[in-house]
């Protein structure tokens, strides 16, 4: 929608504002990020935040897909194994940081309490996170690596199952090996010949 008259949005507040709002959550969590709190530490006022997001879930979220640090990476590269090792890698680096732990638990308790929240961090955040990885998953089935009847979806959650259990829910560290476990978990499920050929 064509915006109104008026002054033109300054994107320094925008970055400050996602800045401000992403450090609170890894300090304070979730329930302890409010519109204030991130108005003072971005040194703007409250109209200012609420002029780009209508919410505290929109900022939130907003804050956590414009984070570098959490966005999935480009993947392809030219193999399922590779791909899926790129994809865990990255998974593992985020899973192995105690801020992402933490304000990881804290949204995952507050899911089910705020639906505004659950509906923007699974449409805005997961999903597209989900529909990179079901890319690479789809072009290997194009070249043959993985069968053509394989379920992405319970592919996608065994390869992030695993490290969210152990890192968030059960707070232990995660193994060096642990990206290649997983793949090669999956490999052996639900990869073809041409897949599992590459494994060392």
């Known amino acids: 929608m064509p915006r109104g008259p008026g002054r033109p949005r300054d994107a320094r507040h925008d970055r400050a504002i996602l800045a ?25 006022g ?5 002029r780009r997001w209508p919410s505290k879930p929109a900022l939130v979220v907003a804050a ?9 990476p480009s ?5 399922l194994r590779g791909d899926l090792l790129a994809v865990q890698e990255h998974q593992v680096e985020l899973m192995s940081s105690p ?17 505004e929240l659950a509906e923007k961090y699974v449409h805005e955040y997961l ?7 079901w890319q690479a998953l789809e072009r290997a089935v194009d070249r043959g690596e993985l069968a053509a009847d394989a379920d ?26 642990i990206a290649e476990q997983t793949v090669d978990v999956i490999l052996a499920a639900f990869g073809t010949v041409s897949a599992t050929r590459h494994q060392p």
């Open 64 to 72: 956590l897909v414009e984070s570098s640090a959490l966005a999935l």
């Open 46 to 50: 409250r109209p200012t935040i609420y």
């Open 20 to 44: 401000a709002a992403l450090r609170i959550l890894q300090e304070q969590g979730y329930a302890g990020l409010t519109i204030e709190g991130v108005a003072a530490r971005a040194g703007v």
């Open 152 to 177: 992405l979806a319970f592919v996608y959650d065994l390869l992030v199952g695993p490290l969210f259990m152990r890192a968030v829910v059960w707070g232990q560290p995660l193994p060096p090996d």
């Open 127 to 133: 999903v597209p996170r989900r529909a990179a990885v």
């Open 99 to 115: 801020a992402t732990r933490r304000v990881t638990a804290g949204l995952v308790a507050d899911l089910t309490t705020d639906p």
């Open 75 to 79: 993947i392809d590269t030219g193999t």
